[in-house]
T-cell receptor, first 116, second 114 residues
């Protein structure tokens, strides 16, 4: 089975400060890991993904995420938060050993609030 | 041009009714999905089709029936609606079935069953 945990329902950060949104995962094989963002009344938008290679992945809007195999984590980070980053963030995983008959499994989401 | 479009955006109906949600993608993708997002924002896969073939069918009540007339369309029909069906339903697509492809989501259909 594959699963994702996002331990924080909400993260609050002041504008200009660094932010981290946490994610841990569980898969049988090697993971493909994703971050998506959902703005109010919108569908999810892809931010970044880890497939293989460099553990630090850079994505859209200045976000990056670090894959840590020993800790089975894939935390989302940004050096300097913007008010416009306030949204709901989802981590997702897919087991690389699975065939196409297995969809992405999403975490429960973390709401990021950036205060001016 | 909206890449993945769903209609309607809002759907309010009575218990016991039958309703449909339509989804269309103009990205030329082969694979389409339905996800359900509950009131706690938890997102769960319901169905997936690849080139009109059902490839994923999670434990969803039989009252939910997807239909894919062609690879650009994936509709969701729900019979005998129940209060617990109230949620936001998202359609998504991906180029194929490759495990690391990203998904493109529609803006969702908010279903309220009264």
């Amino acid at each position: 089975a594959q699963s994702v945990a996002q331990p924080e329902d909400q993260v609050n950060v002041a504008e200009g400060n660094p932010l981290t949104v946490k994610c841990t995962y569980s898969v049988s094989g090697n993971p493909y890991l994703f971050w998506y963002v959902q703005y109010p009344n919108r569908g999810l938008q892809f931010l970044l993904k880890y497939i293989t290679g460099d553990n630090l992945v850079k994505g859209s809007y200045g976000f990056e995420a670090e894959f840590n195999k020993s800790q089975t984590s894939f935390h989302l980070k940004k050096p300097s938060a913007l008010v416009s980053d306030s949204a709901l963030y989802f981590c997702a995983v897919r087991d690389s050993r699975r065939t196409g008959r297995r969809a992405l499994t999403f975490g429960s989401g973390t709401r990021l609030q950036v205060q001016p | 041009d909206t890449a993945v479009s769903q209609t309607p955006k809002y759907l309010v109906t009575q218990m016991g009714n039958d309703k449909s949600i339509k989804c269309e993608q103009n990205l030329g993708h082969d694979t389409m999905y339905w996800y359900k997002q509950d009131s706690k924002k938890f997102l769960k896969i319901m169905f997936s089709y690849n080139n009109k073939e059902l490839i994923i069918n999670e434990t969803v009540p039989n009252r939910f029936s997807p239909k894919s007339p062609d690879k650009a369309h994936l509709n969701l029909h729900i019979n005998s609606l129940e209060l617990g069906d109230s949620a936001v339903y998202f359609c998504a697509s991906s180029p194929g079935q490759v495990a690391f492809e990203k998904l493109f989501f529609g803006s969702g259909t908010q279903l309220s069953v009264l």
